[in-house]
């Protein structure tokens, strides 16, 4: 720790309890920082890939999950370190804006520190690097942008979209069916998706999940699914053309919120209140019947009188419906959210064409399908699988297709994958840095051999020879000039990723390439590492 | 320096070759716990709970045995997971998905041990397992035109399911009274609708199907003991003060006559309810709340039969065989469904006395009441009969049925291997290794039964070299046998539900190169 001195050569202190802190200072600083960023990604790294392997995750509580997924491998582990738990906030971060490609940013950057390590050792300044890797992510950036191919796709060509959002799930243990998981997304998106303002809004997509089944039984409903049943056991299980009173108020005794006392000090008191009570419930129910609704929504619970008398009235009810499932329904059939009875008007019903409760296996599970709806614009993935884990896995890659789908009706171009977008930029990169002038040159050259590491990845995990696979690769892109060619990760024969249909989006690539430089640029940054050393 | 610690203190990291074999240690363990309890010949259980009373159950139930394991090992807890979803989802096979999964693993190791990457293996298991499920498909019986047969497959299925089972000795008779349950259902899985009575004493064979209904309750004092042509109205309401619900409502008075005033009324309001039930024209009235006594003495005076206190399930079988409805209000008597029955007459089993609804009208729901030595017994009995309503109930819906006793691992076994040969690559090893998975289901039912597993299994792959055969392994004569004549069936579902679940778990933990477990939560110890 240094100590500094003032001018009678008397030590003094500056930090607070200055000897119970750790403190690294540059080079020493830097190498611990990479050396924590590189770990991390050596962690990922061999989930890359449609050979990639998964990661079993145990939680405190001790649950399990399994998944391939980078954000959540990360998000899941108990890290420690800040520089690795910056990694973390990479990761989540590409899967909040983009939703794929959270494993190869982070493979992305923690090669690009690798390479700033040899660097350094060379003696340049970090902050020269940084700027390096800035000027060679710009290149690349522009190059992909070059490189990349738009496709036309419609309301019924959807070719184009199921195979993009398939080379996203072939990297998943849904790889099995990975065809009818990617239509269900392609279609789930479209049906929500607004084409006039290329804008998808991926709440309204509900994906649920039930174990027992196998995943081919997963499907897309043109509806919601309530994981609720019918209030009372004996109310109709099955409702044609039902009219949907969505209510936010509890069919219970009033409760006024302000604070206030109804003394009874008088039989004739006491009988007026239970006549009032009486009147109250009646009034409720006779309202949603006088405007004519069929089935009754509602967030809040019964009292059990109410409840009889809906039973009584004819009045199919569910109760304790949740916020986000109430909106979805009410987008799905048209209807408006109605917080008092009085409220109630007959423009305000949803309609759907069909409500039924469906029971599955031998326990009493139930769930309430609302189909045939007025706006079919919210739908539901449902998905069915042999466990628990396998469920949230499917969950979670349902969830990647659709993110991808989405991006496409965004920005419907694509670069080809299986690594050979990288080696392209790569051989870019590599071809701008003979032309920098100053030690930037170096940072630049190291980038692209950064960009390398992808591919290298995908073969290695694919049990090809990763260095003689991609050098043949990257010949044969620059001789036939043609950046199509990629790692042939599942065996088929030829390279070229055209043929073999592994897109990925444009702005995929280009925000993983963005994010890495960007948090390879503030890891090198920094110089000085303060903590405590026990806590 | 040293490469910084990543992970917070207690957490741990596994990787590659390690993690693989902590996954395969793991579910192999598993696998070698329940396997003894495969088949007509494997033996049961005892769990001691570490709770209080350390509570003992004896069972042969693979989804009872791991459910009350506590395992460490997140491999371990993926099969204990499959387990449970096959138990919710078919009832039955809980421990046959545990088996084919632990030996798939076990496999694998062995692969994985000659070099053959966990894809490859994925991949050639998920062929295997497509070609299985087609063999089944190709061998499947359904006899769903006609009814009869029908029947005596379903009578079959629960022997199969049965035998396993501490029931054993009875499951002629015990498969009968799960097939007649089942057939009242008419097509439904709510096993809601059947009840199960558990009264200790008497022996096994003494338990019985009740057509009519049985309630666990006591008829309230001085009512009626046997009513005929009895007309009930179910009901959940409040039977003992009828509170004013609106919010913030009180009582305050200021002198005891008052109190009194009120307290008059109170009963008043109670004796017009009870007025109102009564005008519906009931002779029976069952609640789900407690009925006080003030009511219940108002209902012995009109001479109607009132019982308190039935629970929720027991309010709805009610409702459901009488047709009535549960009724909460009683303004409305004209139109609330009532409920009717021949005979309500209390009768005794064992020494409890209980509350018995024959001559319904609508048969769906029915009580099956258990008869036997000691808890132990009929809580076991309860659950291998519960399998095998799940079982029977899975199969009214989907009626195909397939041979038991082996003899589906051999179809799938022959077809599987015959896959192999065809396959050209890596993965035929893949394929070969889930055939002999397949093959180690009969062996092991062979070995509990204490039999010459290598040579049974041999005799059988020979048998069934023939096109169309029905050979299977004869538990009880130790030989090979015609399981057609020998009766002996299992549901196409249940055993699909094996099939695809155990290869997903296992190509789930196949696909693991790395286990990261996060620091246990602390927990406070509370002293």
Same mark, same amino acid.
Not at chain 1, 99 to 118: K, N, P, S
Not at chain 1, 133 to 139: F, G, L, N, V
Not at chain 2, 177 to 186: E, I, N, Q, S, T
């Given at each position: 720790?240094?100590?500094?001195?003032?001018?009678?050569?008397?030590?003094?202190?500056?930090?607070?309890?200055?000897?119970?802190?750790?403190?690294?200072?540059?080079?020493?600083?830097?190498?611990?920082?990479?050396?924590?960023? %590189?770990?991390?990604?050596?962690?990922?790294?061999?989930?890359?890939?449609?050979?990639?392997?998964?990661?079993?995750?145990?939680?405190?509580?001790?649950?399990?999950?399994?998944?391939?997924?980078?954000?959540?491998?990360?998000?899941?582990?108990?890290?420690?370190?800040?520089?690795?738990?910056?990694?973390?906030?990479?990761?989540?971060?590409?899967?909040?804006?983009?939703?794929?490609?959270?494993?190869?940013?982070?493979?992305?950057?923690?090669?690009?520190?690798?390479?700033?390590?040899?660097?350094?050792?060379?003696?340049?300044?970090?902050?020269?690097?940084?700027?390096?890797?800035?000027?060679?992510?710009?290149?690349?950036?522009?190059?992909?942008?070059?490189?990349?191919?738009?496709?036309?796709?419609?309301?019924?060509?959807?070719?184009?979209?199921?195979?993009?959002?398939?080379?996203?799930?072939?990297?998943?243990?849904?790889?099995?069916?990975?065809?009818?998981?990617?239509?269900?997304?392609?279609?789930?998106?479209?049906?929500?998706?607004?084409?006039?303002?290329?804008?998808?809004?991926?709440?309204?997509?509900?994906?649920?999940?039930?174990?027992?089944?196998?995943?081919?039984?997963?499907?897309?409903?043109?509806?919601?699914?309530?994981? %609720?049943?019918?209030?009372?056991?004996?109310?109709?299980?099955?409702?044609?053309?039902? %009219?949907?009173?969505?209510?936010?108020?509890?069919?219970?005794?009033?409760?006024?919120?302000?604070?206030?006392?109804?003394?009874?000090?008088? *039989?004739?008191?006491?009988?007026?209140?239970?006549?009032?009570?009486?009147?109250?419930?009646?009034?409720?129910?006779?309202?949603?019947?006088?405007?004519?609704?069929?089935?009754?929504?509602?967030?809040?619970?019964?009292?059990?009188?109410?409840?009889?008398?809906?039973?009584?009235?004819?009045?199919?009810?569910?109760?304790?419906?949740?916020?986000?499932?109430?909106?979805?329904?009410?987008?799905?059939?048209?209807?408006?959210?109605?917080?008092?009875?009085?409220?109630?008007?007959?423009?305000?019903?949803?309609?759907?064409?069909?409500?039924?409760?469906?029971?599955?296996?031998?326990?009493?599970?139930?769930?309430?399908?609302?189909?045939?709806?007025?706006?079919?614009?919210?739908?539901?993935?449902?998905?069915?699988?042999?466990?628990?884990?396998?469920?949230?896995?499917?969950?979670?890659?349902?969830?990647?297709?659709?993110?991808?789908?989405?991006?496409?009706?965004?920005?419907?171009?694509?670069?080809?994958?299986?690594?050979?977008?990288?080696?392209?930029?790569?051989?870019?990169?590599?071809?701008?840095?003979?032309?920098?002038?100053?030690?930037?040159?170096?940072?630049?050259?190291?980038?692209?051999?950064?960009?390398?590491?992808?591919?290298?990845?995908?073969?290695?995990?694919?049990?090809?020879?990763?260095?003689?696979?991609?050098?043949?690769?990257?010949?044969?892109?620059?001789?036939?000039?043609?950046?199509?060619?990629?790692?042939?990760?599942?065996? *088929?024969?030829?390279?070229?990723?055209?043929?073999?249909? *592994?897109?990925?989006?444009?702005?995929?690539?280009?925000?993983?390439?963005?994010?890495?430089?960007?948090?390879?640029?503030?890891?090198?940054?920094?110089?000085?590492?303060?903590?405590?050393?026990?806590? | 320096?040293?490469?910084?610690?990543?992970?917070?203190?207690?957490?741990?990291?596994?990787?590659?070759?390690?993690?693989?074999?902590? &996954?395969?240690?793991?579910?192999?363990?598993?696998?070698?716990?329940?396997?003894?309890?495969?088949?007509?010949?494997?033996?049961?259980?005892?769990?001691?709970?570490?709770?209080?009373?350390?509570?003992?159950?004896?069972?042969?139930?693979?989804?009872?045995?791991?459910? &009350?394991?506590?395992?460490?090992?997140?491999?371990?807890?993926?099969?204990?997971?499959?387990?449970?979803?096959?138990?919710?989802?078919?009832?039955?096979?809980?421990?046959?998905?545990?088996?084919?999964?632990?030996?798939?693993?076990?496999?694998?190791?062995?692969?994985?041990?000659?070099?053959?990457?966990?894809?490859?293996? @994925?991949?050639?298991?998920?062929?295997?397992?497509?070609?299985?499920?087609?063999?089944?498909?190709?061998?499947?019986?359904?006899?769903?035109?006609?009814?009869?047969?029908?029947?005596?497959?379903?009578?079959?299925?629960?022997?199969?399911?049965?035998?396993?089972?501490?029931?054993?000795?009875?499951?002629?008779?015990?498969?009968?009274?799960?097939?007649?349950?089942?057939?009242?259902?008419?097509?439904?899985?709510?096993?809601?609708?059947?009840?199960?009575?558990?009264?200790?004493?008497?022996?096994?064979?003494?338990?019985?199907?009740?057509?009519?209904?049985?309630?666990?309750?006591?008829?309230?004092?001085?009512?009626?003991?046997?009513?005929?042509?009895?007309? @009930?109205?179910?009901?959940?309401?409040?039977?003992?003060?009828?509170?004013?619900?609106?919010?913030?409502?009180?009582?305050?008075?200021?002198?005891?006559?008052?109190?009194?005033?009120?307290?008059?009324?109170?009963? +008043?309001?109670?004796? +017009?309810?009870?007025?109102?039930?009564?005008?519906?024209?009931?002779?029976?009235?069952?609640?789900?709340?407690?009925?006080?006594?003030?009511?219940?003495?108002?209902?012995?005076?009109?001479?109607?039969?009132? @019982?308190?206190?039935?629970?929720?399930?027991?309010?709805?079988?009610?409702?459901?065989?009488?047709?009535?409805? @549960?009724?909460?209000?009683?303004?409305?008597? +004209?139109?609330?469904?009532?409920?009717?029955?021949?005979?309500?007459?209390?009768?005794?089993?064992?020494?409890?006395?209980?509350?018995?609804?024959?001559?319904?009208?609508?048969?769906?729901?029915?009580?099956?009441?258990?008869?036997?030595?000691?808890?132990?017994?009929?809580?076991?009995?309860?659950?291998?009969?519960?399998?095998?309503?799940?079982?029977?109930?899975?199969?009214?819906?989907?009626?195909?049925?397939?041979?038991?006793?082996?003899?589906?691992?051999?179809?799938?076994?022959?077809?599987?291997?015959?896959?192999?040969?065809?396959?050209?690559?890596?993965?035929?090893?893949?394929?070969?290794?889930?055939?002999?998975?397949?093959?180690?289901?009969?062996?092991?039912?062979?070995?509990?039964?204490?039999?010459?597993?290598?040579?049974?299994?041999?005799?059988?792959?020979?048998?069934?070299?023939?096109?169309?055969?029905?050979?299977?392994?004869?538990?009880?004569?130790?030989?090979?046998?015609?399981?057609?004549?020998?009766?002996?069936?299992?549901?196409?579902?249940?055993?699909?539900?094996?099939?695809?679940?155990?290869?997903?778990?296992?190509?789930?933990?196949?696909?693991?190169?790395?286990?990261?477990?996060?620091?246990?939560?602390?927990?406070?110890?509370?002293?």
């Amino acid at each position: 720790m240094a100590l500094a001195f003032d001018e009678y050569g008397r030590p003094f202190i500056i930090l607070k309890e200055q000897d119970q802190k750790t403190r690294l200072r540059g080079i020493e600083a830097q190498k611990a920082n990479i050396s924590a960023g %590189k770990a991390v990604a050596r962690i990922l790294r061999t989930s890359l890939g449609p050979k990639g392997m998964d990661k079993m995750l145990q939680s405190p509580d001790g649950d399990v999950t399994i998944t391939n997924d980078g954000a959540t491998i990360l998000e899941q582990m108990d890290v420690d370190n800040q520089i690795a738990k910056l990694m973390v906030e990479l990761s989540r971060s590409q899967d909040y804006e983009i939703g794929d490609g959270t494993t190869g940013v982070v493979v992305m950057a923690g090669a690009l520190l690798e390479q700033a390590e040899h660097l350094l050792e060379r003696g340049i300044h970090p902050i020269r690097i940084a700027e390096g890797y800035e000027m060679a992510s710009r290149i690349a950036v522009e190059h992909l942008e070059h490189i990349a191919q738009k496709f036309d796709f419609g309301p019924t060509n959807i070719e184009p979209l199921v195979q993009t959002c398939m080379t996203t799930l072939s990297s998943k243990i849904v790889n099995r069916c990975k065809r009818p998981l990617a239509e269900i997304s392609v279609k789930a998106v479209l049906s929500v998706a607004d084409l006039e303002r290329k804008d998808v809004n991926l709440d309204l997509i509900k994906v649920e999940g039930k174990v027992g089944g196998k995943l081919e039984d997963t499907e897309l409903i043109y509806g919601i699914t309530v994981d %609720k049943d019918m209030s009372h056991p004996q109310m109709p299980k099955q409702i044609q053309d039902a %009219k949907i009173a969505i209510l936010t108020c509890p069919f219970e005794p009033p409760k006024p919120k302000t604070k206030h006392k109804v003394d009874i000090d008088t *039989v004739e008191k006491f009988q007026t209140l239970r006549q009032q009570e009486q009147k109250y419930f009646d009034d409720m129910v006779q309202k949603c019947k006088d405007v004519g609704a069929t089935l009754v929504i509602c967030q809040w619970g019964f009292d059990d009188e109410a409840n009889h008398l809906l039973m009584h009235r004819n009045l199919p009810a569910v109760r304790w419906v949740g916020g986000v499932e109430l909106e979805l329904i009410a987008i799905a059939t048209g209807g408006r959210i109605v917080p008092r009875f009085q409220e109630l008007t007959p423009e305000k019903l949803g309609r759907a064409g069909l409500v039924r409760e469906k029971s599955f296996g031998t326990t009493k599970d139930k769930m309430l399908y609302i189909e045939h709806c007025a706006n079919s614009r919210a739908v539901t993935i449902f998905i069915r699988g042999g466990n628990k884990m396998m469920i949230e896995e499917t969950k979670r890659s349902i969830h990647d297709a659709l993110c991808v789908a989405r991006n496409l009706i965004r920005n419907n171009s694509i670069v080809y994958g299986g690594g050979s977008a990288e080696i392209s930029c790569s051989i870019a990169v590599e071809a701008a840095a003979d032309k920098h002038p100053g030690v930037e040159q170096y940072a630049i050259r190291a980038f692209a051999d950064a960009l390398d590491s992808v591919p290298m990845a995908l073969a290695e995990n694919s049990g090809l020879q990763p260095i003689e696979t991609l050098s043949a690769v990257k010949s044969q892109q620059i001789k036939e000039n043609n950046p199509h060619f990629g790692i042939d990760c599942n065996d *088929v024969g030829t390279n070229d990723m055209r043929e073999q249909n *592994v897109f990925e989006t444009l702005i995929g690539k280009q925000q993983q390439i963005l994010l890495a430089t960007q948090v390879v640029k503030m890891i090198l940054k920094i110089d000085d590492v303060i903590s405590p050393s026990d806590f | 320096m040293a490469i910084e610690k990543i992970l917070k203190d207690d957490a741990s990291e596994e990787k590659g070759e390690r993690a693989r074999m902590a &996954s395969f240690v793991g579910a192999i363990a598993i696998t070698d716990l329940v396997k003894t309890t495969l088949g007509p010949k494997g033996m049961d259980k005892i769990l001691q709970s570490t709770g209080r009373g350390h509570g003992v159950t004896v069972t042969n139930d693979g989804a009872t045995i791991l459910k &009350s394991l506590h395992i460490d090992n997140p491999a371990a807890k993926v099969l204990i997971d499959i387990s449970k979803v096959q138990d919710d989802e078919v009832g039955d096979g809980t421990t046959s998905v545990v088996v084919l999964a632990g030996e798939l693993l076990r496999e694998a190791e062995k692969l994985v041990a000659a070099k053959i990457h966990p894809m490859t293996i @994925i991949s050639g298991y998920r062929m295997a397992a497509e070609c299985a499920r087609n063999a089944l498909l190709q061998r499947v019986v359904d006899n769903k035109e006609n009814a009869e047969k029908f029947k005596s497959d379903l009578m079959k299925i629960a022997m199969t399911t049965l035998s396993s089972k501490i029931l054993s000795q009875d499951k002629e008779h015990f498969a009968q009274l799960a097939v007649d349950a089942v057939m009242r259902l008419k097509g439904s899985t709510n096993l809601e609708a059947i009840q199960i009575i558990k009264k200790p004493g008497g022996s096994l064979m003494d338990s019985f199907l009740d057509e009519g209904f049985i309630l666990d309750k006591k008829i309230g004092l001085g009512q009626p003991k046997r009513i005929e042509n009895a007309k @009930i109205l179910v009901a959940n309401t409040a039977m003992d003060t009828d509170k004013v619900k609106i919010y913030g409502a009180r009582v305050r008075v200021d002198s005891m006559s008052k109190v009194a005033e009120i307290e008059g009324a109170e009963k +008043e309001k109670m004796r +017009e309810k009870v007025q109102k039930i009564i005008a519906h024209g009931i002779n029976c009235f069952v609640n789900r709340q407690l009925i006080y006594n003030f009511p219940e003495e108002l209902f012995a005076d009109a001479g109607v039969l009132a @019982i308190e206190h039935a629970d929720f399930d027991g309010i709805e079988r009610l409702a459901l065989v009488t047709g009535g409805e @549960i009724a909460s209000t009683f303004d409305n008597p +004209e139109s609330v469904k009532i409920g009717h029955c021949k005979l309500i007459e209390e009768i005794m089993i064992g020494e409890d006395k209980l509350i018995h609804f024959s001559g319904v009208e609508m048969g769906q729901a029915c009580t099956i009441v258990l008869r036997g030595a000691s808890h132990h017994v009929l809580d076991e009995a309860e659950r291998s009969l519960h399998d095998a309503l799940c079982v029977l109930s899975q199969t009214v819906n989907d009626t195909r049925v397939l041979l038991g006793g082996g003899w589906p691992e051999m179809v799938m076994a022959k077809e599987v291997d015959e896959l192999a040969r065809k396959t050209p690559g890596k993965k035929s090893h893949a394929i070969e290794a889930f055939s002999r998975a397949l093959v180690a289901i009969p062996t092991i039912i062979a070995d509990n039964a204490g039999l010459d597993s290598a040579d049974l299994v041999a005799q059988l792959r020979a048998a069934h070299h023939k096109e169309g055969c029905n050979a299977g392994i004869d538990v009880i004569s130790g030989s090979v046998g015609d399981m057609a004549e020998l009766g002996i069936s299992e549901s196409f579902k249940v055993k699909q539900a094996v099939l695809l679940s155990a290869t997903e778990a296992a190509e789930m933990i196949l696909r693991v190169d790395e286990i990261i477990t996060c620091a246990p939560r602390q927990r406070e110890d509370r002293m």
